[in-house]
DNA sequence: GCCAACGTTGGC
DNA sequence: GCCAACGTTGGC
């Protein structure tokens, strides 16, 4: 039994890693959220859900492609690792602090979803959209079929 | 358990 | 590059 496919909203920034980038390596794991809650909602993550791939801290903030979640959740390999900015002194092998799930490309949109224009529909998103909350930096964040219907009618 | 100091995020 | 907002750390 599995339950109804969710959605989610991931950000990236493009000078890290863009939507091309995950085009030309088709699956990649999202590490080096160290952000609690997030890691959370990564947890919660099903294979299948659909993910809206953002890109952010760049000139044209906005939603530029669509992914998917392609594993389950699975510990961050890079909080074990010294050599990585990403490396957790007090996450061990047996017990991890951060996971984190791997995403896959499924299209980039026609056009950037700008944050601009998304704020436009801030009504209609509702209030406890995490993207457009005052002051929130979340860069996982879940979105509802309805959030996730809305956002891509304005492709 | 409080809270000041610090580091980070991310829009602008 | 600036800086507001936020999360985390660590002294007490």
Redesign the pocket.
């Given at each position: 039994m599995t339950a109804r496919r969710r959605y989610w909203l991931m950000?990236?920034?493009p000078d890290a890693f863009s939507i091309d980038d995950l085009q030309r390596v088709g699956t990649e794991p999202w590490t080096?959220v160290?952000?609690?809650?997030a890691r959370n909602f990564m947890r919660s993550m099903q294979v299948g859900d659909g993910v809206l791939f953002?890109?952010?801290?760049?000139?044209v903030?906005?939603i530029v492609g669509i992914a998917k979640v392609a594993s389950t959740p699975y510990p961050d390999p890079t909080q074990f690792d010294r050599k990585s900015d990403y490396y957790?002194p007090?996450a061990t092998q047996e017990q991890p602090r951060w996971d984190l799930v791997d995403v896959s490309f499924e299209r980039k949109l026609a056009r950037t979803i700008?944050?601009?224009e998304i704020?436009r529909h801030a009504d209609e998103l509702g209030e406890g959209f995490a993207?457009t909350?005052?002051?929130?930096?979340?860069?996982v964040l879940p979105v509802t079929a309805a959030q996730w219907k809305l956002l891509l009618s304005l492709e």
């Open positions: 950000k990236s920034e080096g160290r952000n609690y809650q953002y890109h952010s801290n760049c000139d903030p906005g957790d007090k700008a944050l601009e704020r993207l909350q005052r002051g929130s930096r979340l860069s």
